[in-house]
């Protein structure tokens, strides 16, 4: 079974960043995302990336601090997320599917998921 997997959580202060990896699977899927769910609510988009000139996608309440991007030697897929704060404590889920461009936001498009990374920011 395919599976994918999350590094790079941690805790980091309000204004630091953080990188989150995910080791994704080769040729698979068309599309990695990462979602996020915060304590008590849930999971929501935070950013995506499809293969092949696909594009790149991020919440809009993130754009300007979040990013993602890919290593393609590696295949592994990157969230780098700068100016962090507090309310962006949350489990990080890296995800693979093969969403169609108008659905590259929704959960239901990606079919396989890792377990979580948890990142907890300090105020």
């Known amino acids: 079974q395919v599976q994918l997997e999350e590094s790079g959580g941690g805790l980091a202060q309000a204004g630091g960043s953080l990188r989150l990896s995910c080791a994704a699977p080769?040729?698979?899927?068309?599309?990695v995302g990462w979602f996020r769910r915060a304590p008590g609510k849930e999971r929501e988009f935070v950013a995506s990336?499809?293969?092949?000139?696909?594009?790149?996608f991020v919440a809009d309440s993130l754009k300007g601090r979040f990013s993602i991007s890919r290593d393609r030697a590696t295949n592994t897929i990157y969230l780098q997320m700068n100016s962090l704060k507090p309310e962006d404590t949350a489990v990080y889920y890296c995800?693979?599917?093969?969403?169609?461009?108008?659905?590259?936001?929704?959960?239901?498009?990606?079919?396989?998921w890792g377990q979580g990374t948890q990142v907890t920011v300090s105020s």
């Open positions: 995800a693979a599917g093969r969403p169609i461009l108008s659905t590259v936001r929704a959960e239901r498009e990606y079919t396989t």
């Open positions: 990336l499809r293969w092949n000139g696909g594009g790149t």
């Open positions: 080769p040729n698979t899927f068309n599309a």
